[in-house]
């Protein structure tokens, strides 16, 4: 049913990948050479073998499958700590009442059979299946979220595709904001970008009322997984002046590698003004000041950032209200992606200020919303 794994293959789920030919090779010195042999003209197999760039294999290093899963646990606490996963798949099965804490990057996750856990995932090249879980909370960073008969699940998500569900009820997703400090690290290493984070874009293969629900603003996922235990508190990198989170034990101030989005949440807050703000290819790091700042304030709605070919871009300058020139910029040729934000500002003053900001930064406004929804899905994976 959907497009889910049965749980007949899920025999296949417990092998671990060796790594690649390439990561296991290392360079092997050639001895030297004794001071009383006169030189000589031959060249020696070992010789060749260097001059030619060859390089001899040692045996790869051999992985435990128990490292990569963790089946049965009650009640208890289970951190995976950076470092100890490195690109792997990983699996949790059939565990209840646990905290379960996966601060690494994966290649692939499945979380099985759980009941009532607490369970953070950090960033996934791939997808990260939960299956027949119920009452559980979680915080997952990954290319693909995919759910099938879970039930009153609520879930802190950073998604580069639509979250998928499928045979479940009162599931709930709220925007991922507790990020470790190898986060970023972590989220290059999957491939997964900032402005990719379609979290509230839910495809429902069952669809039915109650099935699923985007969570109020105030929910975070240290909300969700509260008590953090011990063993992970002081590692996380709080958002300040969230209810239920705190700053930091060293008082610094950190940069958070992930931006607060509100999505499709109805109703939008009162008295604010819609902004869709557009930056061309190479821009993006100044629409990541700008979307850093919108995001503190909560004025952050949506991102993305896709290439656009020179039809779509001048088609989104049209309804923008933004030149042909500009159009031809945000195209680029088709060789650099240019970023969209869309932003809900109190009205005033603010939007003024807002104007000039995105205009100092190089970027384009309008305050059309049909050119910021035409922009907002585009590229989605799945």
């Not at 951190?79 to 699996?91: D, E, F, R, T």
């Not at 656009?308 to 992606?337: C, D, M, N, Q, Y």
């Amino acid at each position: 049913m959907g497009c889910l794994n049965s749980k007949e293959s899920r025999a296949s789920k417990y092998a671990v990948s060796g790594g690649n030919d390439d990561d296991a090779n290392i360079a092997e010195a050639l001895p030297g050479s004794s001071p009383a042999k006169a030189p000589s003209s031959e060249v020696t197999p070992a010789a060749k073998e260097t001059a030619t760039g060859k390089i001899k294999n040692l045996p790869r290093p051999r992985l435990d499958p128990k490292d990569f899963q963790l089946v049965g646990c009650k009640g208890e606490v289970k951190v995976k700590l950076p470092g100890s996963i490195n690109g792997q798949a990983y699996v949790i099965d059939k565990c209840e009442d646990c905290d379960i804490y996966v601060l690494d990057y994966c290649a692939q996750v499945t979380i099985d059979e759980c009941k009532g856990c607490r369970i953070y995932i950090g960033p996934t090249d791939g997808a990260v299946f939960v299956r027949d879980c119920s009452g559980c909370s979680l915080a997952v960073v990954s290319r693909q979220l995919r759910t099938r008969d879970c039930h009153d699940c609520r879930i802190s998500l950073h998604c580069r595709t639509k979250p998928v569900v499928e045979s479940s009820t009162n599931v709930g997703f709220a925007c991922f904001d507790l990020p470790y400090p190898e986060l970023a690290d972590h989220m290059r290493q999957a491939k997964l970008g900032l402005f990719h984070n379609f979290w509230w874009h839910v495809y429902d293969f069952t669809p039915k009322p109650g099935n699923w629900q985007l969570l109020p603003p105030d929910v975070t996922a240290a909300s969700l997984l509260q008590p953090l235990p011990q063993e992970v508190a002081e590692r996380f990198v709080m958002t300040p002046g969230k209810e239920g989170q705190q700053e930091e034990s060293s008082g610094s101030k950190q940069e958070s590698p992930v931006l607060m989005t509100f999505g499709n949440r109805q109703p939008r807050p009162d008295g604010r003004s819609y902004l869709f703000v557009a930056f061309e290819g190479g821009k993006s790091e100044k629409a990541l000041q700008l979307a850093r700042s919108a995001s503190e304030k909560g004025w952050l709605l949506h991102t993305n950032e896709v290439r656009l070919g020179p039809e779509a871009a001048a088609a989104l300058a049209a309804e923008a209200g933004w030149s042909k020139a500009a159009g031809k910029a945000l195209s680029g040729g088709g060789k650099a992606a240019c970023v969209g934000l869309e932003l809900a500002v109190p009205e005033g003053e603010e939007v003024a200020a807002l104007r000039a900001r995105v205009k100092a930064l190089g970027g384009q406004c309008s305050d059309s919303e049909a050119a910021g929804k035409s922009f907002r899905t585009q590229g989605v994976d799945g």
